[in-house]
């Protein structure tokens, strides 16, 4: 049977919510720069609400909000099944364990033709059911997509997925955002702290992933080898008022300051000495990634993608997961060398530009798109002429491997 000729591609970005988040400015930077005289794009968003959502340029974008119920809405199903015949949906793309279910089950029933799956570092592995729900849903999709190396063979182990049908697009920053602002946050002035102070600390969501408990601790050591440093958390969640308690508990009431979410996050990570992420597991570390923006060294546990983000001894500092003596011997040694904070932070921007700019992340995003889509539709010549125009190539010569472009062990030598 000949492929049915298509002269957009609409695709349907599937997200549980669109608070802050790494995940979720991931979507939003897809959804805005998708060329909109090749994809036609639709948000279904489970959990109304959310501040990422005024974000979305609606003129390129669809937005639906499903609304949630307590406990999950077993609704969802049927709307997203209405959705996808309704928009003659011809891409789908869910996104984790928050999707999954509701997505694929939706997609089949609706008879959309192309599927995407995409994984960002949490996954459900404390069952043998999440486990091989996973694993059979994501047979399902034309592609599966990993943020890192790590992640997606941390997946294959876990899940039992095969590696070779796992695919990894790593996230990306836009350079544009830390390199525009002149004017400084002075954020040691606004929070009355002596210009000399150094400043260690996180951007992220407080939840229980990123042990922030943690980086608590280890400030604890810090603070008494230098107590002219502070600790700064930039973001907020559930567990703000335990860790403020734990802060005060450890006596460090006066320097911890938690500031919420800001709108002057590159200019306070351009004002830290260093960046620190503390967390149990990582995808892709969007706040990572912008500290190396800033210019700033990272000191992270080396779990998930950050080691191929921070190289060890030359772009920062890894040290073991939930280890807040090794954390704050890492965070100790780099504060007290100032030139060795500059050549740490400027390998970073480096390493950032070459590896993981948000241009390179979109193209590959849509380049995946299209070679999806091209095993399901024939694409009208205007589109073809216009794929030809954006992406550089016929999408019948995309064959670039998306995920080894470089392995890990070589970016860390470069």
């Known amino acids: 049977m000949p492929k049915r000729v298509v002269r957009k591609i609409r695709i349907a970005q599937l997200a549980n919510e669109m608070n802050v988040g790494g995940k979720e400015r991931g979507v939003l930077n897809i959804i805005n720069a998708m060329p909109g005289d090749i994809f036609e794009s639709h948000l279904y ?70 599927l995407v799956h995409s994984e960002h570092g949490f996954m459900r592995v404390d069952t043998k ?22 992640l997606a063979d941390t997946l294959h182990a ?23 602002f002149a004017a400084r946050a002075d954020i040691r002035a606004e929070l009355g702290l002596p210009p000399e102070t150094l400043l260690f600390g996180s951007v992220g969501r407080l939840v229980p992933v990123k ?16 107590p002219h440093a502070a600790l700064l958390f930039v973001g907020d969640g559930p567990l703000q008022a335990e860790l403020t308690s734990l802060a005060q508990q450890l006596g460090l009431g006066a320097k911890v ?16 000495d260093v960046f620190v992420l503390s967390s149990f597991s990582e995808g892709m570390s969007n706040s990572i990634l912008e500290a190396m923006a800033a210019r700033t060294p990272v000191v992270a546990t080396a779990v998930g993608g950050n080691t191929e983000l921070v190289v060890d001894g030359k772009t920062g500092l890894l040290v073991p997961s939930d280890d807040p003596g090794r954390m704050a011997e890492a965070i100790s040694a780099i504060l007290r060398e ?12 480096q390493r950032l530009e070459t590896y993981f700019t948000l241009p390179q992340m979109l193209r590959n995003y849509q380049r995946m798109y299209v070679e999806v889509a091209a095993q399901h539709f024939t694409f009208h010549p205007e589109l073809r002429e216009r794929l030809q125009q954006h992406l550089g190539s ?21």
């Open 158 to 180: 876990k899940i039992g997925f095969p590696r070779e049908r796992m695919h990894v697009i790593r996230n990306g920053v836009d350079l544009r955002k830390f390199d525009a």
């Open 338 to 349: 100032p030139q060795r904070r500059a050549v740490m932070g400027e390998a970073a921007r």
């Open 394 to 414: 016929e999408e019948t010569s995309f064959h670039t491997q998306v995920g080894k472009q470089a392995a890990p062990q070589d970016l860390c030598q470069s």
């Open 211 to 226: 042990n922030y408990a943690c980086l608590i601790r280890a400030a604890q050591a810090v603070l008494q080898a230098l």
């Open 257 to 272: 300051h938690f500031l919420n979410w800001r709108k002057d996050v590159p200019q306070i990570l351009r004002e830290l």
């Open 129 to 150: 059911k999440h486990v091989w729900i996973q694993n059979f849903f994501w047979r399902f999709a034309d592609r599966v997509v990993s943020v890192s190396e790590n």
């Open 45 to 114: 968003v489970f959990k109304a609400g959310g501040l990422m959502l005024q974000a979305i340029d609606r003129q390129k974008c669809r937005v639906v909000e499903l609304g949630a119920r307590a406990g999950g809405d077993y609704r969802y199903y049927l709307k997203l099944y209405q959705l996808f015949r309704a928009d003659r949906i011809e891409l789908v793309h869910t996104r984790s364990w928050g999707t999954l279910l509701e997505g694929m089950l939706a997609a089949l029933a609706a008879r959309v033709p192309a």
